[in-house]
């Protein structure tokens, strides 16, 4: 037997597995990424932080021309000293974020899905102020990357939409 047809006849099980328990690809016709894309329209920011939120999600899941659902994101940002030498200093910092989501349909205010993300990310304090400052800004940045990340790929794989 090839190397080719034991290949098909591993891969046939998990075609009809798959096949068989619903699974619908995100941007496939009926899928939450497809029914999401260009729908939503997010809360304004109050913040830096709350801007570069909401433009990474806007990029996931579109500007809201034709908005039927409305976003609504509670940001939270805590930052940790993490290493501290001898003398007291500290070199190190974490970030740590957590947003709690809301989304909903703008006609009937029918929550859609809801839920919570966290995430964290470090940055060094050992050069000068504006080494520092720039670290602090990359990692506040990178923080909201991964926010949005994980509210985007749970918006997708949870969000009860309606059938449109």
Request: with cysteine; aromatic share 6%; proline share 4%.
């Amino acid at each position: 037997m090839s190397w080719y047809s034991r290949r098909l006849l591993l891969a046939a099980p998990l075609a009809m597995a798959l096949a068989g328990c619903g699974f619908t690809p995100v941007y496939a016709p009926g899928g939450n990424g497809a029914a999401l894309l260009g729908r939503v329209i997010v809360d304004p920011p109050s913040d830096r932080e709350g801007y570069l939120l909401v433009q990474d999600l806007e990029q996931r899941l579109g500007r809201g021309t034709a908005p039927v659902y409305s976003l609504s994101v509670d940001l939270g940002i805590e930052e940790e000293p993490l290493a501290i030498t001898a003398a007291g200093d500290i070199t190190r910092y974490n970030l740590i974020g957590s947003a709690a989501y809301t989304l909903r349909e703008l006609e009937s205010q029918r929550v859609a899905a809801a839920g919570e993300v966290s995430g964290f990310t470090g940055y060094s304090d050992t050069g000068s102020t504006v080494e520092t400052l720039a670290a602090e800004r990359d990692a506040r940045r990178r923080l909201m990357t991964m926010l949005a990340d994980q509210i985007t790929a749970r918006l997708f794989a949870t969000a009860d939409l309606a059938d449109e």
